[in-house]
């Protein structure tokens, strides 16, 4: 059982810039890919970024390319979300996961999950 846990959210202008924290623990933590994940209300959960275990290998969704880094630090098994140029409709709940592969399956679900953190973005 791994534990995953978010801070980081917040209220920011658009044009501004967050970074999401996620700490792990539980099972090892360089051993397995890590996501984030976006729901916005009244829409499905939508991925946003993943990462590789050594962190050699990331992933992005299409509508987040260019504004916003995924990273890790595995000494810390933390791993990181940095969104530049927020717009408003990056508003949601952002939340962490973790694989239960080295790299991203697109065609399995995470195998665990954070409990949210909250981004407005305002106009």
């Known amino acids: 059982q791994e534990q995953l846990v978010e801070s980081g959210g917040g209220l920011v202008q658009a044009g501004g810039s967050l970074r999401l924290s996620c700490g792990a623990s539980?099972?090892?933590?360089?051993?397995?890919?890590m996501g984030w994940f976006r729901q916005a209300p009244g829409k499905e959960r939508a991925f946003v970024a993943a990462?590789?275990?050594?962190?050699?290998?990331?992933y992005y969704a299409d509508f987040v390319k260019g504004r916003f880094t995924i990273s890790r630090d595995n000494a810390k098994n933390t791993v990181y979300l940095q969104m530049n140029s927020l717009k408003p409709e990056d508003t949601a709940v952002y939340y962490c996961?973790?694989?239960?592969?080295?790299?991203?399956?697109?065609?399995?679900?995470?195998?665990?999950w954070g409990q949210g953190t909250q981004v407005t973005v305002s106009s």
């Open positions: 996961a973790s694989y239960n592969s080295y790299y991203r399956s697109v065609s399995a679900r995470p195998a665990y």
């Open positions: 539980g099972r090892t933590f360089d051993a397995f890919a």
């Open positions: 990462i590789s275990g050594s962190g050699a290998t990331t």
